[in-house]
């Protein structure tokens, strides 16, 4: 049941005819030596710890450290709830505020569930939970679905890389929307082809994409670019299970993200030295936060 490709996953698939959270579980019992029981307990606790991060990013007043983020995933909220039409509608909206709210109380030096990394971990709790209240997905199913999730982050880890400093914000949004469209198709009864197109496609929508923290910090434009990834995930599962394919294959697809990343400048991968964080405001907002170091000698 081991496997390191997409495609290898795929086979798997349909010849065990089972879907990739119950291939997925099968390697890890194997590799592992735990239970069924055991691992689907595991990502139990990663769910509730997910749920509970959405819930108090909507409901209580969160500011980061550094005050450069907070309030905006409880401001979006309150609009949908007050306008009750949203632009982008209630589902996206609702993805987008929870993907947001888990940034902003992982700014607050809150507990979150990096998945797969701190800087993205908005993305996938906030469109699973998102679809588990539209579509009264209970529990289970979203266990599940976090094992999917699990599956296509193994694959893009092994095979290129989920680090902002290693490959840009495409390596770390880009491979959690990959994690939560192939989750979203899983869900919505589509088969595990579909699954991976879906992952391929928001790849593809984001290729490099900069990492270009203000004042160094997972705050600004990470919060944003969290609510983009949870848009890019529903876009490209529903694409994805209109029957559309992806012209590339995800295994493709991973490997360019990987070159591309790679052949981002130093400047772009997280070191705050280019791209918002190295304008007139992004270098100001880091001298009010950090101070300025030729003053304090």
């Not at 039409?85 to 990096?114: D, F």
């Not at 529903?234 to 490997?255: H, K, M, N, Q, R």
């Not at 070159?259 to 772009?268: A, D, F, I, Q």
């Amino acid at each position: 049941m081991n496997f390191s490709k997409g495609h290898e996953l795929l086979d798997l698939c349909k010849e065990h005819n089972k879907k990739i959270y119950e291939i997925m579980i099968e390697r890890e019992k194997i590799i592992s030596g735990t239970t069924e029981e055991e691992i689907k307990a595991a990502m139990r606790e990663s769910l509730e710890i997910m749920k509970a991060s959405v819930n108090k990013g909507l409901t209580e007043n969160i500011k980061s450290v550094s005050g450069l983020i907070g309030g905006a995933a409880k401001k979006l909220e309150d609009r949908r709830e007050k306008v009750r039409q949203p632009v982008c509608g209630s589902i996206m909206s609702k993805a987008i505020s929870r993907s947001m709210a888990v940034l902003e109380v992982n700014a607050a030096m809150g507990k979150i569930v990096a998945a797969p990394t701190a800087g993205s971990s908005g993305i996938i709790p906030g469109t699973l939970i998102t679809l588990a209240e539209e579509f009264n997905i209970d529990d289970e199913r979203l266990i599940e679905g976090l094992i999917t999730a699990s599956a296509v982050g193994m694959i893009i880890s092994k095979n290129a890389t989920v680090a902002g400093a290693e490959g840009g914000c495409q390596a770390e949004t880009g491979s959690a929307a990959a994690m939560a469209a192939a989750v979203t198709v899983e869900l919505m009864g589509g088969s595990p082809e579909a699954s991976l197109h879906a992952a391929a496609m928001c790849i593809k929508n984001i290729l490099g994409l900069v990492c270009d923290p203000i004042a160094g910090l997972v705050e600004s434009p990470c919060e944003n670019r969290n609510a983009l990834g949870a848009a890019n995930a529903l876009i490209s599962a529903e694409i994805a299970l209109a029957g559309v394919t992806s012209l590339i294959p995800f295994d493709e697809v991973v490997d360019t993200m990987y070159k591309v990343g790679r052949s981002l400048p130093m400047e772009l991968r997280e070191t705050a030295l280019g791209g918002l964080a190295d304008t007139p405001t992004g270098r100001r907002l880091k001298e009010e936060i950090f101070g300025n170091k030729k003053e304090s000698r």
